[in-house]
């Protein structure tokens, strides 16, 4: 995921489009044995979005995870 964005995905939250739960990315499932990686939702199951990398590209679907929320970093002190 850090190829894709510049900002760290892992913290970054994501509400699942099939139960609405919303949880820090970080704590999905991976499953890599698949045709790239499958990210799904830990309450219930279901895939939040897929990576996959091809020689020329990669894709990120995200047809199971309704939003990816990124928060701003704290101000300086």
């Not at 760290?8 to 790239?36: F, K, Q």
């Amino acid at each position: 995921m850090s190829r894709i964005f510049a900002l760290d995905a892992t913290v970054a939250d994501c509400r699942c489009g099939h139960c609405g739960a919303i949880a820090a990315l970080a704590t999905a499932r991976v499953y890599t044995r698949c045709p790239g990686n499958v990210f799904r939702c830990t309450t219930c199951g279901e895939v939040l979005m897929r990576l996959t990398e091809l020689p020329d590209r990669m894709v990120l679907d995200l047809g199971g995870g309704t939003a990816l929320t990124f928060r701003s970093p704290p101000g300086p002190a």
